[in-house]
C-alpha cells in the first residue's frame, strides 16, 4: 500500500474544525478538551487522518456508502468530464447519464421500469410516500393513504422519514410527527415478541396483519420496509416473511416499498437485497452505494404501472408528479454512478462480496464461539451485525458503553468499525460491519483479529 503523502501541518484545519463544523450524529463537548478527528485521504479499503495513522475502514465511510472504496480516478474522471460538459440542469428534462444509468439500472432490476432521481436516501423514500399519497388521492378518493413502517427500521432524517421510523431515539424530541404512519412489529427473532409461536416468519406476517385490519385494509396504501435491516441492529427476516408480506401486499391492495438505501447496489452479494427473496416490489429506493459516495444521488425505481398512474388523465393539470429536488438535476450522481456500476461488474465484486462475506460470517461466528459476549451473528454479503450481551442466557443487552469501547479499541488498533448509535434505547449492542466490496481475505481477518482483541480487553 503506497502511504499518502499528506501535508505536514493540518493544524489549522484541526482548529477551523473545532471552532465552526457542527458534526452528525456527535456530541461536541467530547471537543472541548481534544482536537477532532479529519479523515485527509483515502486509498482502497483504507483511510488516514490528520496525523498520518492509517486505518482499515471496516463500515465504508462510516455510513455503508463507499462500496467501491476510495480513491478511484475513474470514478473522478468521469465525474470531472461530466460535470465540464454539462453539469446541471432541473430534471424536468433529462440529462446524458440520467438516461444512461436509468438503463443500466433498470437492467439489473427486472420488473421494475422507471427512475426518479434526487439526492439522499430520506428524500428517495420521500418521493415513494408522495407518490403513495398521490395515489390514494387519484385512485381511492384520499382513502388508502396510510403507510406502514417497521419497529428498528430507519428511512431518514426528514420529519416525513422520521414519522415512518421505528427508532425511538432517533425520533425523541422531533415530534409531533406526519400523520398516517403505523408502525408495525420487528422482526428479529433473536428478540422474540411470540416466545408461544411455532413459526415466528409466520407470526411476523399475522403481527404485520392484525395491524392492517385494525386500520381498516382500505386506509393502507403502502408498506415500507428495509430488505435488511441497517443502523436497527442488521436484522435478516426469519424464514417464511417476505413470502408472507409479498402475499399480504396482494391480498389486501398494499404497494410494497423496500428501502435498499443500504442494502441495495452489490452490498449483500445480489445487485439488490430483495433480489434473493424473489420479491415483487412496487417501490425500491436506493442511495449510499449508488455511486459509493462520490457523488450525492438517490433513485425512487418504480413499476411502469405505477409510472402510467400519474399521466393517465393527462388533461388534469394535478395528475402529474409534482415534485422537484433540484439536485436532482445534477449529473455528477449518474455519472459516478455509471462508473460504480462498471467498476462493480468488471472486478467481479458481487462474487468478491459473496467470497468475502463467507469468510466474514466464519471469522465471526468463531468469534461467537470464543466470546460469550456475542450473543448473534447475523447479516448477507459484506453487511454484518454482532449483537453483544451481557448474558447469554438472559439475552441482556451489553451495557452501551461497554459496545463503545469495543469500537474505540478497534479505533485506536487501526480498524474502524460501528455500532448501533442512538436507535433504541437500552439496545444500541450491536456491533456493524460492512467493508467495501474490494476487501480482500487479509482485510476481513485484520477487521475480525481486531474485534477479538477488543472483545478481550473490554469484556474479560
Ligand atoms: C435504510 C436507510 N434508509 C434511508 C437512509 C437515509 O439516507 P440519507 O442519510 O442519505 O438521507 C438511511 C441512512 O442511514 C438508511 O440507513
Not at 431518514?156 to 425523541?172: N, Y
Not at 426469519?238 to 408472507?244: A, D, I, L, R, S
Not at 402475499?247 to 389486501?252: A, F, G, I, S, V
Not at 459509493?292 to 438517490?298: D, V
Amino acid at each position: 500500500m503506497n502511504v499518502p503523502v499528506l501535508p505536514n501541518d493540518l493544524s489549522d484545519v484541526v482548529a477551523h474544525d473545532s471552532a465552526h463544523v457542527w458534526h452528525h450524529m456527535f456530541q461536541h463537548k467530547a471537543l472541548e478538551t481534544k482536537d477532532p478527528r479529519i479523515i485527509v485521504e483515502g486509498k482502497g479499503m483504507r483511510v488516514w487522518d490528520q496525523h498520518g495513522k492509517e486505518h482499515i475502514d471496516a463500515v465504508s465511510g462510516g455510513v455503508w456508502t463507499v462500496n467501491v472504496g476510495y480513491g478511484r480516478t475513474t470514478i473522478a474522471d468521469a465525474v470531472r468530464d461530466q460535470l465540464v460538459k454539462m453539469n446541471f440542469f432541473a430534471g424536468s428534462l433529462g440529462s446524458v447519464p440520467g438516461a444512461i444509468f436509468a438503463e443500466k439500472l433498470i437492467d439489473k432490476m427486472p420488473g421494475m421500469s422507471r427512475v426518479y432521481y434526487s439526492n439522499s436516501g430520506s428524500e428517495a423514500n420521500e418521493k415513494a410516500f408522495k407518490m403513495v399519497r398521490q395515489i390514494s388521492h387519484r385512485k381511492y378518493g384520499g382513502k388508502k393513504y396510510k403507510i406502514l413502517y417497521r419497529e428498528r427500521d430507519y428511512h431518514g432524517t426528514t420529519i416525513a422519514t422520521l414519522s415512518a421510523g421505528g427508532q425511538d431515539q432517533r425520533k425523541g424530541e422531533y415530534g409531533p410527527f406526519a400523520p398516517g404512519f403505523v408502525e408495525v412489529p420487528h422482526c428479529l427473532e433473536y428478540r422474540n415478541q411470540y416466545p408461544n409461536a411455532e413459526d415466528y416468519g409466520q407470526a411476523c406476517v399475522d403481527a404485520i396483519e392484525a395491524v392492517i385490519l385494525r386500520e381498516g385494509p382500505d386506509t393502507v396504501g403502502a408498506i415500507c420496509l428495509e430488505t435488511i435491516t441497517a443502523g436497527g441492529g442488521v436484522i435478516v427476516a426469519p424464514k417464511g416473511y417476505w413470502e408472507g408480506v409479498q402475499h399480504l401486499c396482494e391480498k389486501y391492495d398494499i404497494l410494497l416499498h423496500l428501502d435498499e438505501v443500504v442494502c441495495g447496489v452489490g452490498r449483500t452479494g445480489e445487485w439488490f437485497g430483495y433480489q434473493h427473496y424473489g420479491l415483487k416490489p412496487d417501490f425500491v429506493t436506493m442511495a449510499k452505494g449508488l455511486a459509493s459516495g462520490y457523488a450525492a444521488i438517490s433513485a425512487t425505481v418504480t413499476t411502469e404501472e405505477i409510472f402510467d398512474l400519474f399521466k393517465e388523465d393527462h388533461e388534469d393539470p394535478m395528475s402529474m408528479f409534482r415534485d422537484i429536488s433540484t439536485f436532482g438535476g445534477c449529473t455528477a450522481g449518474p455519472a459516478a454512478a455509471i462508473e460504480n456500476m462498471r467498476i462493480i461488474v468488471d472486478e467481479g465484486l458481487l462474487a468478491n462480496t459473496n467470497a468475502m462475506g463467507a469468510r466474514l460470517e466464519n471469522n465471526l461466528r468463531a468469534l461467537q464461539d470464543k466470546h460469550a459476549c456475542i450473543g448473534e451473528v447475523r447479516g448477507k454479503g459484506l453487511f454484518w451485525g454482532a449483537e453483544l450481551v451481557a448474558d447469554r442466557t438472559t439475552r441482556e443487552a451489553a451495557a452501551e458503553q461497554k459496545v463503545k469501547a469495543v469500537v474505540d479499541t478497534c479505533m485506536a488498533d487501526g480498524i474502524i468499525i460501528g455500532m448501533t448509535n442512538r436507535s433504541l434505547a437500552g439496545l444500541n449492542n450491536t456491533l456493524c460491519l460492512s467493508p467495501a466490496l474490494i476487501a480482500t481475505e487479509a482485510d476481513i481477518d485484520a477487521i475480525t483479529d481486531s474485534i477479538d482483541s477488543a472483545l478481550t480487553r473490554v469484556f474479560q
